[in-house]
């Protein structure tokens, strides 16, 4: 009996000191915790948000931005919104390979739709890093002709016929009505949408918050040098050579390469496991097969089946809990606002 007491207790010994060391190395590897201490994680959002110091997160700002980010009146025809592909119910994307816009056109370049939770925590936005912080990234898709197809003088003009919006403005900016403020408020309420997970509570030093299959897997991750693209706070979300080892399979389903060099956006492997389809064209639609495409065309190796499972073992306690966010409801328009344009 004393022996066996003896020998359980060696092994709940060794099996702390493994995750202890796991713990060290995974930071050692720049993966970054979501802080579960409320004043740090504020801190962590402020920082990664450029306009924070001139349009902090209030109340006001962040329940304008979350109905703006909902109102498909936004958009040229009235009927999609920033959520239609960037959905909060389906972990933030639209889980097509490629997006659909205004006329139910698909995106020209098949570009699949990134996630937007956690990402505040990008340090570029869209998959070749055109925009730096969230409010440039607002303007782009309600621009464009294949998405929201709207206009700023559109957008301005739509809302400024809004009492109700009007007002709320000028609650949460002091303002009048303009583009930038509506994209301003969007990305304030984009802000909040952080989703930490067992992984950041394992990271802070609590070694039960993954079970024994996730730290294989982890241990995996890192040995295998997933760690040096998908780092940091989010996993990801810097600029990172593309096709360094081999050539992506699925390269010519649509025509996007990247930035003038190359470059593409590390997707953040946070939620990972609720946004298929995966890569910038959603052509693999299953994690095991993504994350062995990723060890043939980054890093060279061939990841066996074994190793991939134990992957998306870890990948998948990256699966956050998600804020909660109240459907809003939205001002009446009037006969000022301007109708639908449809374009049938």
Request: charged share 20%; with cysteine.
């Amino acid at each position: 009996m004393k022996s066996k007491i003896l020998f359980l207790g060696s092994v709940v010994l060794a099996n702390s000191l493994f995750a202890d060391s796991l713990i060290k190395e995974a930071l050692d590897s720049g993966l970054i915790a979501i802080p579960s201490d409320s004043k740090a994680l504020t801190k962590m959002i402020n920082d990664a948000s450029p306009d924070s110091k001139q349009y902090p997160t209030t109340e006001a700002a962040y329940e304008l931005g979350k109905r703006l980010y909902f109102d498909p009146r936004l958009s040229k025809s009235g009927i999609i919104s920033c959520n239609t592909c960037h959905n909060l119910g389906l972990g933030g994307v639209d889980g097509v390979p490629a997006s659909t816009g205004h006329k139910w056109v698909p995106n020209p370049h098949h570009i699949n739709a990134p996630t937007v939770y956690n990402s505040v925590f990008n340090s570029v936005q869209f998959w070749d890093g055109r925009a730096e912080h969230l409010a440039a990234q607002a303007a782009g898709p309600m621009t464009a002709l294949p998405e929201m197809a709207s206009t700023p003088e559109l957008v301005v003009d739509r809302l400024k016929s809004i009492p109700a919006y009007v007002d709320e403005f000028k609650k949460a900016f002091n303002s009048e009505i303009n583009f930038d403020l509506v994209t301003t408020a969007i990305g304030i309420f984009e802000r909040t949408l952080v989703t930490p997970s067992r992984f950041d509570k394992f990271l802070e030093g609590d070694a039960n918050a993954l079970n024994s299959a996730e730290k294989k897997g982890l241990k995996v991750f890192i040995d295998k040098g997933c760690a040096t693209c998908h780092n940091g706070v989010n996993l990801g979300g810097t600029l990172q050579p593309f096709e360094v080892a081999a050539k992506y399979e699925f390269a010519n389903v649509g025509d996007f390469k990247g930035d003038a060099n190359g470059m593409v956006k590390a997707p953040t492997l946070r939620n990972i496991e609720l946004t298929a389809p995966y890569f910038h064209n959603g052509a693999i639609w299953s994690l095991k097969d993504a994350v062995k495409a990723m060890g043939s065309i980054q890093l060279g190796i061939e990841i066996s089946e074994q190793e991939a499972n134990d992957m998306v073992m870890f990948l998948n306690s990256l699966t956050g809990t998600m804020p909660k966010v109240e459907y809003p409801m939205f001002p009446a328009s009037t006969d000022k606002t301007s109708k639908p344009e449809l374009d049938y």
